[in-house]
């Protein structure tokens, strides 16, 4: 079984994560994982604690050698602004005065403060912000950096990129591989498209100006899938569902879409699928048109896979909305300490990690086996079968 879970809180000592399922002999390169934190923590439009944090993971367990056992795999990452917040987020009692427990009785339009101080009973807020903080995302990378070296060894690879900020440009972008894979590592919103880039970098500016946020659509890209993965048998083996879940789960996300996505619900059918040919050359099945995004029936169908994340703006505004003091239930504005404007370039990094991480559950579950060299087996059958077909 390929599965993960994470700890940790935001202002904690650190974030945990355990991964299993990967199979063994899988060389590991700890720095590629490096750099997809590095890649989730970059962007314009982050706030002060992005300055403070340098995420890097340790690996506790799982791997001898450089390569993996077939054991979990332990991972963790500091939190450097924790040496801040001993006190408060001590995990043995201790006694604060009310100025120092920095307790949040304020609820966040938009944020889990109020639903979730509700269902856990938690007269501090902060109980509930500090799991449901965007933070926990770091945890999720490191596991997704793994699961994108499972699928790099089976020729996948995994990109993302920002298709619209707040709104600009007026439709979102639309773009090729080649494009995308262009982007400097150093591009502002990791937006292929320098004209919008740069008015979404103004938009930032007046925002914070005003102190107010932004959201913003990110679209994942997988190239070299395997045509086969997910199934029409079962409500919960389609694929295009478990993306959708796991995209969805990033925080601010609030719509996913898949290749058209919804413009497809305004069209007919003739603009919409994408017709069938024959390659004789190269004996395989291709299409002119991708507007299914490599998925038909909730199985890859072997073109590129694009999903699409639609997040609402931050919910942590300086400029507070209105809100209710849980303990007065008089109005008062909401809790503002300190915050990003925008995340749409982190979130689309979270993208990929979550589509790695579905991608190399629906692999080990296709192709099995206890090792690499097993794995690949079974994977090169799967391939002879397909060119027979
Ligand atoms: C977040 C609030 C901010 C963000 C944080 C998510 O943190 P803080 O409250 O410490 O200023 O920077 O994101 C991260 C720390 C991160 O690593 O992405 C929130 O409330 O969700």
Not at 71 to 97: F, G, Q, Y
Not at 135 to 164: D, N, P, Y
Not at 194 to 204: D, G, H, K, N, S
Request: aromatic letters at 4%.
């Amino acid at each position: 079984m390929f599965r993960f879970t994470t700890a940790g809180e935001s202002h904690g000592r650190a974030l945990l994560a355990i991964l299993e399922g990967l199979p063994a002999g899988l060389p590991v390169d700890v720095e590629q994982v490096n750099r997809e934190l590095e890649r989730r923590q970059w962007g314009y439009g982050r706030g002060g604690r992005m300055k403070i944090e340098r995420d890097r993971v340790e690996i506790l367990s799982g791997v001898r050698h450089g390569l993996t056992l077939g054991s979990p795999l332990a991972l963790m990452i500091e939190n450097k602004d924790w040496a801040n917040w001993t006190e408060v987020m001590s995990v043995e009692s201790v006694d604060l005065p009310p100025e120092k427990s920095r307790r949040v009785k304020r609820p966040r339009p938009g944020h889990a403060d109020l639903a979730g101080g509700l269902k856990y009973s938690a007269r501090d807020l902060r109980n509930v912000l500090e799991r449901a903080s965007a933070r926990e995302t770091a945890a999720r990378v490191a596991c997704g950096a793994l699961a994108k070296q499972l699928l790099a060894a089976f020729g996948v690879e995994i990109l993302s990129h920002v298709i619209q900020l707040g709104g600009v440009p007026d439709k979102p972008l639309e773009l090729a591989w080649d494009a995308i894979a262009a982007i400097p590592d150093d591009a502002p919103l990791r937006c292929a498209d320098e004209e919008a880039q740069t008015r979404m970098v103004e938009l930032i500016d007046e925002k914070r100006r005003a102190g107010d946020t932004l959201g913003g659509i990110f679209e994942v890209i997988v190239r070299g899938i395997m045509p086969g993965l997910g199934s029409h048998t079962a409500w919960d083996l389609k694929l295009d569902g478990l993306l959708a879940q796991a995209v969805m789960s990033i925080p601010a996300v609030k719509a996913v879409a898949i290749g058209a996505g919804a413009e497809a619900s305004g069209l007919p059918g003739s603009e919409v699928h994408d017709e069938i040919a024959y390659d004789e050359t190269t004996k395989q099945f291709i299409r002119q048109t991708n507007r299914a995004g490599g998925l038909e029936g909730g199985i890859t169908n072997g073109e590129e896979l694009r999903v699409r994340g639609h997040l609402k703006p931050i919910s942590t505004l300086r400029r507070a909305l209105r809100s209710v003091d849980i303990d007065t239930k008089q109005e008062e504005s909401a809790s503002f300490e300190r915050s990003d404007i925008t995340a749409v370039p982190a979130a689309g990094v979270i993208g990929e990690a979550m589509v790695a991480l579905v991608l190399a559950e629906a692999m080990r579950e296709k192709f099995g086996g206890d090792s690499l060299g097993e794995m690949r087996r079974n994977f090169d059958g799967y391939r002879e079968q397909l060119r027979g077909y």
